[in-house]
């Protein structure tokens, strides 16, 4: 079956860099996609990872080994607005190409 | 602002109510995605519609149904409410069908039941 794991909470330091992991196990993976959500707040789409490699926008990176079923966001120059959850969502065959999402990982920076 | 509107923000009900909640996808765009948050809480992909039509189902409930209009908008109809229905509840919006198109969402409807 389709699994997605992240770690449930981070924390890291106002101007320093976090690495948050997301590993899966799908059949057919069609894509990868990182969002960020304030609490009480909708999804908003970071990045998009269908080819292995690294993708960056910014302060933010995301990186995608399909072989290894393995993905991370990499943001730099934490600032405190990037305190949120960060949810990684996958599409596959086996799900019909519905995302499946990630519990996310709640970030809390620190000054 | 993504561009996907949703309507009410927040609604309080009593428990054996019916509510409708209604979404107007980003212009351009041909998907509608409904989803549950409950408080700490994934998201629940509940059901999408593609132009129109029915395209897939999540785990959504008999009590709940939804639709697209001719016009795009969606709306997700709750009814028989119970007090574990109290969630945040997105629509979402992608201009193709999903493939490699990313979800828009929107700000959402809180539906808090009493």
């Known amino acids: 079956g389709q699994n997605i794991d992240q770690p449930t909470e981070m924390t890291a330091t106002e101007g320093a860099i976090v690495q948050i992991n997301c590993t899966y196990q799908t059949s057919g993976f069609n894509g990868l996609f990182w969002y960020q959500q304030h609490a009480g707040e909708a999804p908003t789409f970071l990045s998009y990872n269908v080819l292995d490699g690294l993708e960056e926008k910014g302060r933010f990176s995301s990186f995608l080994s399909r072989s290894k079923g393995y993905s991370y966001l990499l943001l730099k120059e934490l600032q405190m607005k990037d305190s949120a959850s960060y949810l990684c969502a996958v599409r596959a065959r086996d799900s019909n190409y519905q995302l499946i999402w990630g519990a996310g990982t709640k970030l809390i920076i620190k000054p | 602002d993504s561009g996907v509107t949703q309507t009410p923000k927040h609604l309080i009900t009593a428990t054996g109510q019916r509510v409708t909640l209604r979404c107007s996808p980003r212009?351009?765009?041909?998907?509608v995605y409904w989803y549950q948050q409950s408080l700490d809480q994934g998201l629940q992909f509940l059901i999408q519609?593609?132009?129109?039509?029915?395209?897939a189902k999540g785990n959504i409930l008999e009590r709940f149904s939804a639709q697209q209009f001719p016009d795009l908008h969606s709306e997700l109809n709750l009814s028989s409410l119970e007090l574990g229905d109290s969630a945040l509840y997105f629509c979402?919006?992608?201009?193709?069908?999903?493939?490699?198109?990313?979800?828009?969402f929107g700000n959402g409807t809180r539906l808090t039941v009493t």
């Open positions: 979402a919006s992608s201009v193709g069908e999903g493939h490699g198109s990313p979800l828009h």
């Open positions: 519609y593609y132009n129109g039509e029915e395209r």
């Open positions: 212009s351009g765009d041909l998907s």
